[in-house]
Structures are given as C-alpha cells and as structure tokens.
C-alpha cells in the first residue's frame, strides 16, 4: 500500500483531510430544497464507494505493509469491531451535523460542532498516544474554543431576529461535536492493533469504517426521516426516487469527498508519524475551510452587521494561529 515516509508527507495528508472535510458540506448545497435525510443515503453510499476505490487503487500499490484485500481478510475482531464503532459514532454525529447545517448554516454548524469535536478529540487522543508538544498542541486548542465563542457571537449578530432557530442550531452542533469528538480514539485504537497480533492498515480500517457507518446509516436515518430535527414535516421516502440524478450523484460524491480526507487522515495517524491527537487536530481545520465557503461563496453572512464581519476576522484569526501551534507541537 501506499503510506507516508516523513513528517512532511504526513502533514501533506492531514491538510488534504481539512481540504475534503470542509467542503464535502457543499454538495448538499447543490442540492436545493432536498431535505438531507434523503440525501445522505446517497452520501453513505459515497462513503462506501470511496473506501473500496482508495483500497483497491492506493491501498493495493506500492511495497509498504499489506496489500488491501489481504489485509482486510487478516484483519482480527477486535480491531474490526472498533473501526465499526468508531464508523457508527462519527455517523450519528455527522447526521446532527448536516441537520446543523441545514437550520444554521455551513458558516456555524462548522466552527460549533467541529470545534467542539476538535477540543475533546485531541485531549482524548492525547491521553491514549501522547506524540507532540502538550504546550503547542493544546495552547492550539485553546485558541481554537476562542474562535468558537467567537463564531457564535458573529452568528448571533446575523440572527438576532430569529432566536429560535439561533438556539436550535447551535444545541444541534454543540451534540454533534461531543460525538464527533468521540469517535477517532476508537479508530486509533483499530489502528494500533492487538498486542501480539499485525496491525490493521489505515485502507482496511477505512472499509470496516464505513460498514459501521452504512449499518447504522438505516436506523438513525429512518428514525431522523419520521422525527425531523429541524423542526419540519416528517420526510416521505418516495421523494427520494423523484429526485433529479444530479442529486443523487451530490450526495454520492459528498461521501466520497469526506471518505477521501478520511483515508488520509487515518495514513498520517496509522504512519506514528505525528500522532492521533494532531493528526485529528488539524483535518478538524476544516473548519476554516468550511467556514470560507460558507462566508465567501454562499454568503451566509451578507447584509450582516459590522460587528459580525469583526468577530469573523477575528474568528479565522485564532483558528489560523490555533492550526499553526497544532502542526508544530510534533517538531518541539
């Protein structure tokens, strides 16, 4: 398989994964007036679609560790079980999440749930493999719950007239990133593998990842079908079949988009090069880039008062410097 041999290669992977990560939240906007229940059948299939294609294509080639498919069929149990766990968790997650985006916006549920995501997943991570400098990495983490409070203030500024969806959105991305933050401790755990026993590679870890996801995707997806979180009718499962085909392949290539940053993300923590903590730490930078797109080409921001243009230079700001203190703390 294809893996990282520096530290620069590693973090390379890392910031493909805050690239894919931000922005995989786009094609739900091309996508209008599709309830995102129905589009993340398309975006788990996307997922599904992405592990095997980076596992039979870079996960089969050159000469580091074990080929793809025979690393899947050696794959033990244990292991195998916390790559599903893991896939389940980040799926409940993510489902808050687009539900979060769907009442607040790209530009908060963003910066709110993965910054929150980014705080417990990096102390977490931490304390399981502890790589890096604890004054970098966490000093960045500090800064980044700065920029949180901030992007909520900025948020509040835009929507002062609409308090009820204000308090929803930002409830539903404060959920989403306690899970969020949750889930990567147990894909570390899969990648370190049993005492003993060969490791996993980060392809197959990926692939029994998103079998968690599209096993979980059928009862927490129903259940979000029949009682909606953003406060709207139930969703009819027929609408699904009159969507344009567009549609449908948005969705498919979403999933395909996060699955990508996630192989990534997974070489770089599975390579012992940076460590869990800051291999989680920065892909969580999408936030930065999720929060471009949502200020910048969606403008979720436009006719905002001037005090919430302020908060959000200064939002981006803190997580500029965060991110830079986080992908240092391995060199100190």
């Not at 980044?144 to 929507?159: G, N, T, W």
Request: glycine residues 12%; charged residues 10%; aromatic residues 12%.
């Amino acid at each position: 398989m294809l893996a990282p041999e520096t530290y620069l290669a590693a973090l390379c992977l890392t910031i493909l994964t805050m690239l894919c990560w931000g922005s995989w939240a786009n094609t739900l906007k091309l996508c209008p007036g599709y309830r995102f229940q129905l589009f993340y059948w398309d975006y788990a299939i996307g997922m599904a679609v992405g592990a095997i294609f980076w596992g039979l294509t870079a996960g089969s080639m050159g000469h580091a560790g074990t080929a793809f498919l025979h690393d899947v069929a050696q794959t033990p149990v244990v292991p195998m079980l916390y790559a599903m766990a893991g896939g389940a968790i980040f799926n409940v997650a993510n489902l808050l999440l687009v539900a979060a985006i769907d009442v607040a916006g790209m530009a908060v549920a963003f910066p709110v749930g993965i910054g929150l995501a980014l705080v417990i997943g990096a102390i977490s991570n931490y304390v399981i493999k502890p790589v890096g400098n604890p004054l970098l990495l966490f000093g960045g983490v500090a800064l980044v719950v700065v920029a949180i409070v901030l992007d909520a203030a900025a948020y509040s500024k835009r929507e002062a007239t609409a308090k009820s969806t204000t308090v929803r959105g930002i409830v539903l991305s404060l959920a989403c990133g306690v899970l969020m933050g949750c889930f990567y401790p147990f894909v570390a755990r899969a990648l370190n593998g049993e005492p003993g026993q060969t490791a996993p590679g980060p392809y197959a870890v990926t692939l029994f990842f998103t079998i968690g996801l599209l096993i979980s995707t059928v009862p927490a997806n129903w259940l979000l079908m029949k009682k909606p979180l953003d406060g709207r009718e139930p969703v009819d499962g027929a609408d699904y079949w009159k969507a344009p085909f567009g549609w449908h392949m948005a969705g498919t290539l979403g999933g395909a988009i996060w699955c990508t940053g996630g192989v990534a993300n997974f070489l770089a923590s599975g390579a012992h090069l940076v460590g869990p903590a800051v291999s989680y730490s920065i892909g969580q930078g999408a936030t930065m880039v999720s929060a471009c797109w949502g200020v910048f080409v969606w403008r979720e921001f436009a006719g905002a008062p001037r005090a919430a243009t302020v908060l959000l230079v200064l939002m981006f700001l803190c997580f500029l410097v965060g991110l830079g203190l986080v992908a240092a703390a391995p060199l100190y």
